[in-house]
Nanobody, 123 residues
């Protein structure tokens, strides 16, 4: 059974930082590229960041580039999203997901999803 479990969400003031983590089980982790998406009520789930299976390449949506950093630890089957200089518009539920093709900017490219973790940024 494949499981992706996110953690690290919470409430933070604008300008602050959070680090999201996702632990993966039930699949061969280093066979998958990993991504983070986010979703607000009434909106589509949108691509945020992705990292190759080896960690040697990353991809970011323009709105988070320079503020967010995605990383992975293949020994621990974990992927992280370091979020700095957070803005109120970053408020969303954040999901981690596993994909086979690169660059995985589209939802259909992902085979597995976590349940999400809420990030709320106050102004």
């Amino acid at each position: 059974q494949v499981q992706l479990v996110e953690s690290g969400g919470g409430l933070v003031q604008a300008g602050g930082s959070l680090r999201l983590s996702c632990v993966v089980s039930g699949l061969t982790f280093n066979n998958y590229h990993m991504g983070w998406f986010r979703q607000t009520p009434g909106n589509e789930r949108e691509f945020t960041a992705a990292i190759t299976w080896s960690g040697d390449s990353t991809d970011y949506v323009d709105s988070v580039a320079g503020r967010f950093t995605i990383s992975r630890d293949n020994a621990k089957n974990m992927v992280h999203l370091q979020m700095n200089n957070l803005r109120p518009e970053d408020t969303a539920v954040y999901y981690c997901a596993a994909a086979r093709s690169w660059p995985p900017r589209k939802r259909f490219q992902y085979d597995y999803w976590g349940q999400g973790t809420q990030v709320t940024v106050s102004s």
